[in-house]
């Protein structure tokens, strides 16, 4: 199965910062990553699929990008809506996975 | 619009079942595969099962292939996950997800707490 590793587990910032969120996979996943946006207490969303086309309605100031093993998240300029625990997953192979996600705090 | 509501959670002892549902509407049910994602207390996401659209192909997690079955009623629009031999490290709040490019839609979330 495909294990995928997010790095840092925390990251603290503060509104208006650049961030960027990394995540590895154990094989190569092409191009078949997503990440999701999960807050406290609810479902997580969809923010980028295929490594890096945005989801509709998803704001601008976020990236995604890499294909292989090497995948980053990038949040251009933090809002306060933004900080949430991230999470990538790969459907490349039949056995989905997750990351363990990324925590993102203010500082 | 897209909507997807779970529902079937509850407390079970120790080595008992339970059938999740979720409930579909706003898209052509059938066109979709569909998935099960749990999420322990305080804990990540963890991807347990899919099924395909037309042919009910489907797929699990090592952590719960042999115990849990999905299916799915395409004239009702509803999936199911049947849970037997539950433990308590089952434990987890269990959302239903459409898959397409990942998954672009998530139900509320279940709950379902096994203890005795």
């Known amino acids: 199965d495909i294990q995928l590793t997010q790095s840092p587990s925390t990251l603290s910032a503060s509104v208006g910062d650049r961030v960027t969120i990394t995540c590895r996979a154990s094989?190569?996943?092409?191009?078949?990553l997503a990440w999701y946006q999960q807050k406290p207490g609810k479902a997580p969303t969809l923010l980028i699929y295929?490594?890096?086309t945005l989801q509709s309605g998803v704001p601008s100031r976020f990236s995604g990008s890499g294909s292989g093993t090497e995948f980053t998240l990038t949040i251009s300029s933090l809002q306060p809506d933004d900080f949430a625990t991230y999470y990538c997953?790969?459907?490349?192979?039949?056995?989905?996975?997750f990351g363990q996600g990324t925590k993102l705090e203010i500082k | 619009q897209v909507q997807l509501v779970e529902s079937g959670g509850g407390l079970v002892n120790p080595g008992g079942s339970l059938r999740l549902s979720c409930v579909a509407s706003?898209?052509?049910?059938?066109?979709?595969?569909m998935s099960w994602v749990r999420q322990a207390p305080g804990k990540g996401l963890e991807w347990i099962s899919y099924i395909s659209g037309r042919d009910s192909t489907m797929y699990y997690a090592d952590s719960v292939k042999g115990r849990f079955t999905i299916s799915r009623d395409n004239a009702r629009n509803s999936l199911y996950l049947q849970m037997n031999g539950l433990r308590a490290d089952d434990t987890a709040v269990y959302y239903c997800?459409?898959?397409?490019?990942?998954?672009?839609?998530w139900g509320q979330g279940t709950l379902v707490a096994v203890s005795s």
């Open positions: 295929k490594a890096s």
């Open positions: 997953q790969q459907y490349h192979s039949y056995i989905y996975s």
């Open positions: 706003g898209f052509s049910y059938s066109d979709y595969f």
């Open positions: 997800a459409r898959a397409a490019a990942g998954l672009d839609y």
């Open positions: 094989q190569s996943v092409t191009k078949w």
